[in-house]
């Protein structure tokens, strides 16, 4: 790690506290996702183990080619599956887990979005329990009340993980709600029509997907 313009003090503190998941084993729901790929590279730099659940074949293929040693477990999860989920549960009952995030989510047009990207959520914590610390992501824009397509189900599915994560952390559980910040995607660049004149001058600023 390179230290620009930085004390001693600070770069004491940093080494200090920057390897401190190692050896720790974290859950991350939704591993194959673009922001899931960042942390990942992130976790294993750190010496964490990891626990990541799937969806998609291919997108798995990406990363086991990146991952594929015995820090790393994969676990297939589809949340709209009762089946999927139980076995999912069962897997991971004897495993002791330090940290879960909670990164899935689902814009397709058939899938439950509300279901998938919130109540599932939810119900996995649930289960899960109290021991671990969890940090439930959650990109979310505005949502029109008179509209239900398929971004505002999105958006409304985002803002009820928010709120019910919210609820959780009253009850005792490690709750920490992390936002990525706003990332240049077809998503973003759909619901954001409106603005396509800045577009150009945006995507110089904000990551890209």
Not at 92 to 119: E, F, H, T
Not at 156 to 170: I, V
Not at 178 to 185: E, F, L, V
Request: aromatic share 10%; charged share 25%.
């Amino acid at each position: 790690m390179v230290y620009l313009n930085m004390n001693k003090k600070i770069k004491n503190i940093i080494n200090k506290n920057l390897f401190k998941l190692k050896n720790k084993t974290i859950l991350i729901v939704g591993a194959t996702s673009e922001i899931s790929f960042s942390i990942i590279e992130e976790l294993r730099y750190l010496g964490c183990n990891l626990i990541l659940s799937y969806r998609n074949e291919l997108k798995l293929k990406k990363l086991t080619s990146l991952y594929n040693d015995h820090y790393v477990k994969y676990l297939y999860l589809d949340l709209e599956n009762e089946d999927s989920f139980d076995n999912f549960i069962d897997n991971i009952k004897s495993l002791s887990i330090d940290y879960c995030i909670m990164n899935s989510a689902s814009i397709d047009v058939d899938a439950d979005i509300v279901q998938i990207n919130a109540l599932k959520i939810i119900k996995l914590i649930k289960i899960i329990g109290t021991a671990p610390s969890y940090i439930v992501t959650s990109s979310i824009s505005y949502c029109s009340k008179k509209s239900l397509n398929l971004e505002d189900k999105y958006a409304y599915s985002k803002r009820l993980l928010m709120k019910l994560s919210y609820e959780l952390a009253k009850e005792g559980f490690k709750i920490h709600l992390g936002h990525p910040g706003i990332i240049y995607t077809e998503l973003f660049k759909k619901r954001h029509n409106k603005i396509k004149l800045l577009l150009p001058v945006i995507k110089h600023i904000i990551p890209s997907k």
